[in-house]
């Protein structure tokens, strides 16, 4: 599953989920007074915070113009994964803390709505930036620089990829900084150190051609 597909089944989701509260929220009934407790607050206060989180993921996502894990799937998937743990886990919490106040449902079904929107982004980022938390298993490898390929426009500018003449268990294009990326000549060493981080999923720690080196 790729990036793209994760984020087009949360969106999904979301729709059927919007759906579902505007069958089950009593539209009809006077409108209740806003919980203020201080219980209530924090709740709230906490549960936005995942959502200002995932517009803080958004935002890197799409800035980011390097690479920093070796795959990006396993990170989307573990993050998708860690997302459902923690809206069932969350929701749940909610639910028991709210539960003997009078307007308990409302609180629930905010929790519910902001969490399911903001905990797939905010899963996808809390993975890849606990995972760097720790680097097992370092391993330095030798490739052959074959190109120096770059993107212009779009909103992220010009990106520039690092082709390898023979990946070998990595990816053709890395992308890397301009520096790096115009440092070599066709056949030349490239000396790229991978390691291990919480997660189990490899990460560059460094890429060295000549004298350029480059760490993400």
Known sequence: MCYAQGVWIAVRLVFALVA????????RRAPKPLDTSRKALLIRGAVWAFFGYALGAYSD??????????????????????AVVLFVGLVAAVYVMMRKAPHWRRVVIEAAIVLFISLP?????????????????????KRLFERCDEELGGRRGTRYG??????????????????????????????ITVAKGLWGLPYYREITIRDARWQP
Not at 20 to 27: A, D, E, G, H
Not at 64 to 82: A, C, S, T, Y
Request: glycine share 8%; proline share 7%.
């Open 20 to 27: 579902f509260v505007l069958r089950i929220w009593p539209w």
């Open 61 to 82: 996502y799409m800035a980011m113009q390097e690479d920093v894990h070796v795959w990006r799937n396993p990170i989307v998937k573990r993050g998708l994964v860690l």
């Open 121 to 141: 982004a905010a899963g996808i980022q809390l993975v890849a930036d606990t995972n760097r938390a720790v680097a097992n298993e370092t391993v330095q490898m």
């Open 162 to 191: 690092l082709m390898l003449g023979d990946p070998n268990g990595l990816p053709k294009m890395i992308r890397v900084d301009s520096a790096l990326c115009h440092a070599g000549k066709p056949g030349d060493p490239v000396a």
